[in-house]
């Protein structure tokens, strides 16, 4: 991908999982990737893992841990041209009078309040770099309701609030602010969701999985590479115009069906 090669990334919750996809995608276009991940077994599995990729342990839910490891970042990196905010949780699946306080908070706390900690501190060394670009990895969920998912809807329609008002502030200094929404990813943390929500429900889960899929024009779910392509694609000089956009990655959601 074009304008990749060398650039100084910073990825969120990317030890494991859609983020690990992100960042490996970053390293095979020649990228120098710098990651923070709560989880310190998936950090270790990483140590040797490439010579451009590091990590470190922090909560993007702790502002304090935050300024530790971006403290890092601007040593060991020596500045910074992108920035990932990938960090999420799913959240508790229930009605929202069922949804207890510390719950709701929590889920605001990694999936909105994360991506601003991570971004405050981006933002001077990206303009210290003369430019580049952030990602917030929102939802299709910050598109259209999502049913017994209050916390997690609401996180990401605020996420792209958020996107496009930090476009706005940093056009002038040459930083893209994009949100990249995929629909239901692949994986462990989607079966997680589906398994509760057919608990909830009172069905089976390949019921749930395949009302799912039916949601999608192209009836599939999304697989982790094909959001970190798209990811590239927006950091890339390809996309060099691209900014305050909320790209969705979902084959179409048919939110009438």
């Excluded at 991940?37 to 490439?50: K, N, P, T």
């Excluded at 799913?90 to 706390?109: F, M, Y």
């Excluded at 933002?123 to 969920?141: D, H, R, V, Y």
């Excluded at 809807?153 to 200094?173: D, N």
Aim: with cysteine; hydrophobic share 45%.
């Amino acid at each position: 991908m074009k304008g990749i090669a060398g650039k100084r990334v910073f990825i969120s919750a990317a030890a494991a999982g859609i983020g690990r996809t992100i960042a490996d995608h970053f390293l095979q276009a020649g990228a120098h990737v710098r990651l923070c991940d709560i989880d310190e077994a998936a950090l270790a599995r990483l140590e040797g893992a490439h010579d451009r990729l590091s990590g470190v342990r922090a909560d993007v839910a702790d502002p304090d841990q935050m300024e530790s490891a971006f403290q890092t970042v601007a040593g060991d990196l020596r500045g910074l041209d992108v920035l990932v905010n990938n960090a999420g949780i799913s959240g508790p699946t229930a009605n929202a009078e069922d949804i207890t306080p510390l719950d709701w908070q929590r889920t605001i706390d990694v999936n909105l309040n994360g991506a601003f900690y991570c971004s405050r501190l981006a933002i001077p060394l990206l303009k210290a770099s003369g430019g580049g670009a952030i990602i917030n990895i929102g939802s299709t969920a910050g598109l259209h309701g999502y049913p017994l998912r209050a916390p997690y809807a609401a996180s990401k329609w605020a996420l792209i609030g958020f996107t496009k008002t930090l476009a706005m502030e940093l056009g002038p200094y040459g930083i893209r602010v994009n949100a990249v929404c995929p629909g239901p990813v692949e994986g462990p943390r989607i079966e997680g969701v589906y398994a509760a929500k057919a608990a909830a429900r009172g069905v089976s889960v390949e019921e749930i999985r395949e009302a799912s899929r039916q949601k999608s024009s192209l009836r599939t779910l999304i697989a982790p590479d094909d959001v970190a392509a798209t990811i590239l694609f927006l950091c890339s000089d390809n996309a060099a115009r691209i900014s305050g956009q909320s790209l969705a990655v979902d084959g179409h959601s048919e939110t009438l069906r």
